[in-house]
C-alpha cells in the first residue's frame, strides 16, 4: 500500500505561484508512475504532469511552460512548482501513483488551490 499527502495548495492572485508538494509512504518502491492531476468544479479530473515507467516527464498542455514537476527521492517526496496562475487554474489537486505490477492506483486527498483575478 502506498499513502500520498499532499500540501502547499491554498489561495494566490492571478499571476502568482504556488508550490504543491506530495509526500510518499508505504510501499513506495512499488510505484511505477507518479504524477499530479486536478479537478475543477463541474469538471472532470485532469491530467496536469506525470512522471512516466519511462523516466519521462510528460505535461499538459495547460501546464508546459508555467508548471514544473521534481521529486526528492530522499524525502519520498513530489512536488509542482506553478507559475504564471489564472483563474483556470482553479481545482483541486490531487497526488496519483500507480503500481503497475499489482495493478493499484493510489490517490492523495487533495489540496484546493484557488487563483483570483
Known amino acids: 500500500q502506498v499513502h500520498l499527502v499532499e500540501s502547499g495548495g491554498g489561495l494566490v492572485q492571478s499571476g502568482g505561484s504556488l508550490r504543491l508538494s506530495c509526500v510518499a509512504s508505504g510501499s513506495t518502491a512499488s510505484i511505477h508512475s507518479i504524477g499530479w492531476y486536478r479537478q475543477a468544479p463541474g469538471k472532470e479530473r485532469e491530467m496536469v504532469v506525470v512522471?512516466?515507467?519511462?523516466?519521462?516527464?510528460v505535461y499538459s498542455d495547460p501546464a508546459k511552460g508555467r508548471f514544473t514537476f521534481s521529486r526528492d527521492n530522499a524525502k519520498n517526496t513530489v512536488y509542482l512548482q506553478m507559475n504564471s496562475l489564472t483563474p483556470d487554474d482553479t481545482a483541486v489537486y490531487y497526488c496519483n501513483a500507480i503500481d503497475y505490477g499489482q495493478g493499484l492506483d493510489y490517490w492523495g486527498q487533495g489540496t484546493q488551490v484557488t487563483v483570483s483575478s
Open positions: 512522471l512516466t515507467s519511462s523516466g519521462s516527464t
